[in-house]
């Protein structure tokens, strides 16, 4: 079964507005991460929170981690036309990597 | 940072020909390497771990037959496709890690798209 599972599936909102979405797992893990997928393209890595960690920043980007509901949520806040993507949580179980179906984000101009 | 090459980026073949894909860690070294599925609209699948001088550890209902991977320096590894039909067609990624401890990221090449008529 899959382990990360993110919600929403698909985003739409304008620039400037925050995105927010989120990723849900089932087992112990020793860190999360978020990547960013362009249409047609390899992923690209955003932002890896271990599982000692509740929040972490990284420009725009806010990811938060709770282990005892086994979610996290990944924040864009004002969203660019080039935050268009699909939007993968992956969870880092000492070595072995689930990904979940994404989200796909489209913010529009 | 890390960069991950992989080639080539779009495939187009007949059916019964074999495909061979590289991925190759730039400026790192990599001891093991992760290769990937991906369908349109849909998440990655891990199809198999490939370990530098060893044999790669497939995911389950992945045939070792089909899919032929070897991990022959720290830099380089291959995913090879043998006798490709219709139903092989599809997105592959591969990638990396830099260091062998907990808690590192992966970085990936830009996939290769394999169509087969």
Same mark, same amino acid.
């Given at each position: 079964?899959?382990?990360?599972?993110?919600?929403?599936?698909?985003?739409?909102?304008?620039?400037?507005?925050?995105? *927010?979405?989120?990723? #849900?797992? /089932?087992? +112990?893990?020793?860190?999360?991460?978020?990547? %960013?997928?362009?249409?047609?393209?390899?992923?690209?890595?955003?932002?890896?929170?271990?599982?000692?960690?509740?929040?972490?920043?990284?420009?725009?980007?806010?990811? *938060?981690?709770?282990? #005892?509901? /086994?979610? +996290?949520?990944?924040?864009?806040?004002?969203? %660019?036309?080039?935050?268009?993507?699909?939007?993968?949580?992956?969870?880092?179980?000492?070595?072995?990597?689930?990904?979940?179906?994404?989200?796909?984000?489209?913010? *529009?101009? | 940072?890390?960069?991950?090459?992989?080639?080539?980026?779009?495939?187009?073949?007949?059916?019964?020909?074999?495909?061979?894909?590289?991925?190759?860690?730039?400026?790192?070294?990599?001891?093991?390497?992760?290769?990937?599925?991906?369908?349109?609209?849909?998440?990655?699948?891990?199809?198999?771990?490939?370990?530098?001088?060893?044999?790669?550890?497939?995911?389950?209902?992945?045939?070792?037959?089909?899919?032929?991977?070897?991990?022959?320096?720290?830099?380089?590894?291959?995913?090879?496709?043998?006798?490709?039909?219709?139903?092989?067609?599809?997105?592959?990624?591969?990638?990396?890690?830099?260091?062998?401890?907990?808690?590192?990221?992966?970085?990936?090449?830009?996939?290769?798209?394999?169509?087969?008529?």
């Amino acid at each position: 079964s899959q382990q990360g599972e993110e919600d929403p599936q698909a985003l739409s909102i304008q620039e400037g507005e925050n995105a *927010t979405m989120n990723c #849900s797992y /089932k087992t +112990s893990i020793n860190n999360l991460q978020w990547y %960013r997928q362009n249409s047609g393209r390899g992923l690209v890595h955003l932002i890896l929170i271990r599982s000692n960690e509740r929040e972490k920043h990284s420009g725009r980007l806010r990811v *938060t981690l709770d282990t #005892s509901k /086994k979610s +996290s949520s990944l924040l864009i806040t004002a969203s %660019r036309a080039a935050d268009t993507a699909s939007y993968f949580c992956t969870t880092d179980s000492w070595g072995k990597f689930q990904f979940g179906a994404g989200t796909q984000v489209v913010v *529009t101009p | 940072g890390a960069v991950v090459s992989q080639h080539p980026s779009w495939v187009i073949c007949k059916s019964g020909t074999s495909v061979k894909i590289e991925c190759r860690s730039l400026d790192f070294q990599a001891t093991t390497m992760f290769w990937y599925r991906q369908f349109p609209k849909q998440s990655l699948m891990l199809m198999a771990t490939s370990n530098e001088g060893s044999k790669a550890t497939y995911e389950q209902g992945v045939e070792k037959d089909k899919f032929l991977i070897n991990h022959a320096s720290l830099t380089l590894s291959t995913l090879t496709v043998t006798s490709a039909h219709p139903e092989d067609s599809s997105f592959y990624i591969c990638s990396a890690r830099d260091g062998e401890g907990n808690n590192q990221p992966q970085h990936f090449g830009d996939g290769t798209r394999l169509s087969i008529l």
